[in-house]
């Protein structure tokens, strides 16, 4: 089952990502590669699959989804331990 994002998740990670979304995207690129390589190559491959759509434009949203979804899993993490 996936964790619940809330609106907290939301904000704290679009603020860090709209400070400098180019910045971001690289540097999950670099983390990604380290932390989990198959699946940075596998949003690199199916942004590049089509060339009608915008290769940036994917692969930001796949690694903004795999952020927002990390963090939620660590918050609820955090509340099963405290209880």
């Known amino acids: 089952m996936l964790p619940i994002i809330t609106e907290e998740i ?6 860090e990502v709209f400070q400098d979304v180019q910045a971001w995207r ?5 983390y990604l590669k380290e932390e989990n390589p198959e699946i940075n ?3 690199l491959e199916v ?11 994917v692969a930001l949203g796949a690694y903004l989804s795999y952020r927002l979804i990390e963090i939620a899993t660590e918050n609820d993490t955090l509340m099963t331990i405290e209880e």
Do not use: C, R
Request: proline residues 0%; glycine residues 8%; negative net charge.
């Open 47 to 57: 942004a590049k699959y089509d060339e009608g759509i915008d290769l940036k434009a």
């Open 41 to 43: 190559t596998a949003i």
């Open 26 to 30: 690289k540097n999950m690129v670099q």
């Open 10 to 15: 939301s904000t704290e990670i679009f603020g």
